[in-house]
């Protein structure tokens, strides 16, 4: 057994230690908004944060994450959609969709720690995560305005 | 012309899930012939897609696939505008696959093209039959009532109902046969830029992709396949596997022999408790293959094979006045060879499902393109009748054609079966870009005359396995739908044309793929016609400008050519050079184009029509010390009327991205038949530092809708070679760039 927080819950996992933390929270915890894209953290998709950092979910043993508190997508704007979720609206950013999880996560991870990265900082801090539809320009342009909305 | 038929109203809401007293139509919509690779008909079905309930809820079926292209939204926004209802109370909901639908084979950028129509048609009955309710309720004129936002409102007495409490009379009438639609100037959402429908559970992490469907007991399923294309388990030991916690079963999949279809390339099986421990006893498992006839592709011979079917005489496919003549007795002859390799689709999500197979009835939940060939498939799987097989179509994370195969259905579907148990299969990255359906490596060759500074004559051979082999063993020369992407349908006024298609067989499944062979012939073409330009020395879009030729519509009846003008009627969808030409010009316009450009930059333009619309793209391109940098695209879209110009242009910005990706980095290769590439870190895709800035200008059009989330892909490519060629005077003639510079 292993005691994970996820999203503030406290749960008990039956898993083995060397389960990538992606399949723990996908298939025994039942949360499915982080995705699976490569198995080898060079996508981004399984992005989601342990003590407010982003990580890749795919290659972490859940055993690292015992103790730490687990944030997945569905948790970033549990009570109140995050400015980056907000932005993302706006700005119309997903097509298929499927990496956006990450996407965000990341993007959160960054405006934690900067809120008002430059254009060179916001390619640095996403250029882990791929979007095969290609909503790169509006990624940046999101993020550029939840940023400000943060600041503000 | 489309007939409308009442539905049995209890069979529809078992399919969309409303509660009783809600009135439902179905309508009869034509359906025609389609692309490469995909199956149709071309009879007319019976279909329902509107019910509205007391409450004057409005639920309209989305029956595409939405892989990110934005027709779930599309679509029920045509029907809304017609039928005048407030879009804030209409709910979308994905069909199940049904042939009432008509076809529901998401791919060849058809949703909007071929149901713009049906879709009006579908809202207006709508209206109609509200119309009529009201005007029976109030015993008034119907023509003295009026419907708008959801509710009809007697004019000359102001009182009025709203959509739901219409629901009761309206559900006694008799569907009318004709209807007016509403003129076009009237619409109110069609045009106008609407959110898509999924975008919240997109920000949330609340959709559900194929990857995430989930069924109470289901069991996880990994498959170990043969490198080769059609090898075959000799022998395995599934001893370690079986003592990985939580693996509970190993068995073989049977591979049914060359061609494969849609059906499984065969392997060995791990049934699990979860994933990871399927992923870890798959790792175990100790096979013996037999490779079988394809262990002997090999890339690199292959591309021999392939330039010596360019470089002699092939099979003719176009022939107007003697180009072979004109080259022969021309003084200024030139000629270029280019080359692209295979390309894997590698969508975010790669294949996955969950399917149930039970005894007389299969339930799958998959991102497919196609749901009722998938129901033919896991038929032909499990020995169940189609209509046995219920498919639920969830989002697709990405489909690029490679969810149009539903190969890991077929798989999902023996196992469950095998195991009387519902099982999950998700495809792990290596598998996708492993076991493919490729988009064709291909050479070609090019010639032309050039008399008294005018082309004379023009000469393309083109050589590619082709997505005919997938089905037949046998093939070796591209299909006539394949030969009317980018290929045969050269749009100059040269008098002496000729296209020949050199025969090669196949070694992989070879599938569509974004656009399709337009990716490599329109690069041929695209950059041919550069060099053209360089040797007349002529400017790059005057050159294009002169050889497009006087404004006419294109007829290809005289060279013996059969263009499949992506399966619709020529005279509906002429190919009108006047268009082309004005996407041209502007592009040249937004990007000042002859402007001077600074020392190791420059800007390159491709101009073609694919799927029916109008693309010109121009790259602006920095290279420094073999550093290329893509600073700028501009893009001009017309692809006739638009209906949601926010997923037009977020589909160009896609395909630029796409086509950028394919030109940096794009390369599948085998050795000893298998193939080398199996993650993002040999087979990379752009990322967002290296996305340029994007300028798109939509055309203002009345014409019929035409495709949008494949043409903007194939001039991306052959625009940047040109744009190279123009910073540095150096012709790159093959694809991936990565291979000369740093990207």
Redesign the interface.
Same mark, same amino acid.
């Given at each position: 057994m292993i005691e994970l927080t996820i999203n503030g819950k406290k749960q008990q996992l039956d898993?083995?230690p060397d389960?990538?933390l992606l399949?723990?929270i996908?298939?025994?915890a039942?949360?499915?908004?982080?995705?699976?894209?490569?198995?080898?953290a060079?996508?981004g998709?399984c992005t989601l944060h342990l003590d407010g950092v982003a990580i890749r979910s795919c290659v972490t043993p859940v055993s690292y994450a015992a103790g730490k508190s687990i944030t997945?997508?569905?948790g970033?704007?549990a009570e109140k959609?995050h400015p980056l979720?907000q932005a993302?609206?706006d700005h119309?950013?997903?097509?298929?969709?499927?990496?956006?999880?990450g996407q965000?996560m990341q993007a959160a991870s960054l405006l934690a720690q900067n809120n008002n990265p430059s254009d060179k900082e916001?390619?640095?801090a996403?250029?882990?995560?791929?979007?095969?539809?290609?909503?790169?320009?509006?990624?940046?342009a999101a993020i550029k305005d939840a940023a400000k909305a943060t600041q503000s | 012309m489309s007939t409308v038929l009442k539905m049995d109203r209890r069979e529809f809401l078992k399919g969309v899930g409303l509660s009783s007293g809600a009135l439902t139509l179905g309508v009869a919509i034509p359906t025609g012939s389609v692309l490469a690779g995909a199956s149709s008909n071309g009879t007319f079905h019976p279909n329902a897609f509107v019910s509205i309930d007391k409450t004057g809820l409005v639920t309209i079926i989305a029956h595409r696939s939405?892989?990110?292209?934005?027709s779930k939204t599309g679509l029920p926004m045509i029907v809304a505008d017609e039928m005048e209802a407030d879009w804030n109370r209409v709910s979308v909901k994905q069909g199940l696959a049904d042939k009432a639908y008509g076809s529901q084979n998401t791919d060849g950028s058809r949703s909007i093209r071929r149901f713009y129509q049906p879709m009006r048609k579908v809202g207006a009955t709508v209206k109609d039959m509200l119309l009529t309710a009201a005007a029976q309720t109030w015993s008034v004129d119907k023509k003295d009532c009026l419907v708008a936002n959801h509710q009809v409102t007697h004019k000359p007495s102001g009182k009025s109902l709203h959509f739901g409490q219409l629901v009761g009379v309206a559900q006694t009438l008799p569907v009318p046969k004709d209807v007016t639609l509403k003129p076009e100037k009237e619409f109110r959402y069609v045009g106008k830029?609407v959110?898509?429908v999924?975008?919240?559970?997109?920000?949330?992490?609340?959709?559900?992709?194929g990857?995430?469907a989930?069924v109470d007991g289901m069991l996880?399923a990994q498959i170990e396949r043969c490198p080769v294309y059609g090898g075959t388990v000799k022998s395995f030991d599934a001893s370690a596997a079986l003592k990985v916690?939580?693996v509970r079963e190993v068995f073989v999949i049977e591979h049914k022999g060359i061609p494969t279809q849609f059906a499984s390339v065969g392997g060995v099986a791990v049934i699990a408790d979860?994933?990871?421990?399927a992923i870890k006893g798959r790792q175990q498992l100790k096979i013996d293959w037999d490779m079988g006839e394809n262990r002997v592709y090999d890339s690199s011979s292959y591309r021999r094979q392939l330039e010596q079917a360019v470089n002699k005489p092939a099979k003719v496919v176009r022939k107007e006045g003697d180009a072979t003549a004109a080259l022969k007795a021309t003084k200024k002859r030139i000629t270029a060879d280019y080359y692209l390799p295979a390309l894997v689709h590698?969508?975010?999500?790669?294949p996955a499902c969950v399917a149930w197979v039970q005894k007389d009835k299969a339930q799958v939940w998959a991102c497919v393109q196609a749901p009722q060939g998938v129901q033919q498939v896991v038929a032909g799987g499990t020995g169940l009748k189609p209509e046995q097989v219920e498919v639920n179509v969830t989002?697709?994370?990405?489909?690029?054609g490679r969810k149009s195969k539903p190969d890991f259905v077929f798989e999902a579907a023996v196992i469950s079966k095998r195991i009387g148990k519902p099982v999950k299969l998700?495809w792990?990255?290596?598998d996708e870009v492993k076991h493919g359906y490729y988009h064709s490596v291909s050479a070609h060759h090019l010639e032309a005359a050039i008399d008294d500074n005018k082309v004379s004559a023009w000469l393309h051979r083109n050589a590619h396995p082709s997505i005919s082999y997938t089905f037949d063993k046998n093939a070796e020369h591209a299909s006539d739908g394949e030969l009317s992407l980018g290929f045969a349908d050269l749009p100059f006024a040269i008098p002496n044309i000729q296209h020949e298609n050199g025969a090669i067989k196949g070694h992989t499944r070879i599938g569509w793929l974004r656009s399709v062979s337009n990716i490599f012939n329109v690069f041929a073409s695209g950059v041919f016609v550069d060099e053209i330009a360089a040797a007349r020395k002529k400017d790059p879009v005057d050159n294009l400008l002169e050889l497009m030729g006087p404004d006419r519509h294109l007829s290809f009846d005289e060279s013996g050519f059969k263009f499949s003008n992506y399966g619709e009627n020529i005279e509906q969808y002429p190919y009108d050079i006047k268009r082309l030409k004005e996407v041209t010009r502007r592009a040249a316009k937004n990007s000042n184009w002859k402007a001077k450009t600074k020392e190791g930059n420059g800007k390159g333009i491709c101009v073609y029509r694919s799927f029916l619309s109008y693309i010109s793209m121009v790259v602006d391109v920095s290279v420094q010390d073999k550093e290329l940098k893509v600073n700028k695209v501009y893009c001009v879209v017309d692809c006739g009327r638009v209906v949601n110009p926010?997923r037009v242009r977020?589909?160009m910005?896609?395909? #630029?991205?796409?086509g950028l990706s394919l030109a940096y980095y794009g390369k599948i290769t085998a050795k000893e038949g298998a193939i080398e590439q199996s993650?993002?870190?040999d087979y990379p895709?752009?990322?967002?530092?290296q996305?340029p800035? #994007?300028h798109i200008e939509l055309v203002q059009s009345e014409e019929l809708p035409t495709g949008v989330g494949e043409p903007g892909v194939p001039p991306v490519a052959p625009a940047l070679i040109n744009a190279i060629f123009a910073a540095t005077g150096e012709r790159i003639r093959e694809l991936p760039l990565n291979q000369r510079f740093s990207v």
């Open positions: 898993v083995e389960m990538p399949w723990a996908r298939d025994i039942g949360l499915t908004g982080t995705k699976f894209g490569c198995g080898k060079l996508c998709a997945t997508i569905e970033l704007g959609m979720q993302w609206i119309s950013v997903p097509q298929c969709g499927y990496c956006q999880s965000l916001i390619d640095q996403m250029s882990g995560n791929i979007c095969r539809c290609g909503t790169y320009p509006r990624i940046r | 939405e892989m990110g292209q934005g830029d959110p898509i999924d975008l919240e559970d997109m920000v949330t992490g609340q959709g559900v992709y990857i995430d989930h996880y916690k939580g979860n994933t990871w421990a590698a969508p975010m999500e790669p989002l697709l994370g990405g489909g690029f998700n792990t990255r290596e926010d977020s589909q910005e896609g395909s #630029i991205i796409f993650n993002f870190h895709l752009l990322r967002i530092p996305t800035e #994007i």
